[in-house]
């Protein structure tokens, strides 16, 4: 069955650019779903970054826009995510998840990652 | 922005006590695009509800969502041991957003 891991590194420094990427396995990037991440504060609740389809089409939450990018990679059926001048509110569990058809939902979550902004 | 408020915040309750969980959004939910996860400690949120009362593949039917607008409700019917948790709504009709969850603890 299809499986997404995150990776990346744990610890950015503040200013710096955090950057993750999922991979899915068990199934293909350019089937006909879309790709998130969400993000968790520690012990806050859940925020929406974005998500990309395999042409490359994004939707980014507007209160991020301008810091995110969100990638695709189908040569090696995986999805990136760069977060740029980050701050110490930008630590987090980051998940990505995968969203059927545009549904809205997400049905497929990855374990997440925890990155933490410190110097 | 559409923002979810949910309530309460906390809810004890006793295993196979009904637990009843609201979310409020700030404005009208388009087409009732309307979801609810559960999140267990340590764990990636699980998707229970989809449409505001379809369930999703797997989810027992003592889960039930209902309404429409900008009130929506999770309905557990019988709490089981495993149903304590934190449950987060989510509407998909503007954009994506997520409230601030609610914590179903045992009393």
């Known amino acids: 069955q299809v499986q997404l891991q995150e990776s990346g590194p744990g610890l950015v420094k503040p200013s710096g650019t955090l950057s993750l990427t999922c991979a899915v396995s068990g199934g293909s990037i350019s089937s006909s779903n879309w790709w998130s991440w969400v993000r968790q504060p520690p012990g806050k609740g859940l925020e929406w970054i974005g998500e990309?389809?395999?042409?490359?089409?994004?939707n980014y939450n507007p209160s991020l826009k301008s810091r995110v990018t969100i990638s695709v990679d189908k040569s090696k059926n995986q999805f990136s995510l760069k977060l740029s001048s980050v701050t110490a509110a930008d630590t987090a569990v980051y998940y990505c998840?995968?969203?059927?058809?545009?549904?809205?939902?997400?049905?497929?979550w990855g374990r997440g990652t925890l990155v933490t902004v410190s110097s | 922005e559409i923002v979810l408020t949910q309530s309460p915040g906390t809810l004890s309750l006793s295993p196979g006590e009904r637990a009843t969980l609201s979310c409020r959004a700030s404005?009208?939910?388009?087409?009732?695009?309307l979801a609810w996860y559960q999140q267990k400690p340590g764990q990636a949120p699980r998707l229970l509800i989809y449409g505001a009362s379809s369930r999703a593949t797997g989810i027992p039917d003592r889960f039930s969502g209902s309404g429409s607008g900008t009130d929506f409700t999770l309905t557990i019917s019988r709490l089981e041991p495993e149903d304590f948790a934190v449950y987060y709504c989510?509407?998909?009709?503007?954009?994506?957003?997520f409230g601030g969850g609610t914590k179903v603890e045992i009393k």
């Open positions: 404005q009208s939910v388009s087409s009732s695009y």
């Open positions: 998840a995968r969203e059927p058809s545009l549904s809205g939902t997400f049905d497929l």
């Open positions: 989510q509407q998909y009709g503007s954009s994506r957003g």
């Open positions: 990309i389809y395999h042409s490359g089409s994004t």
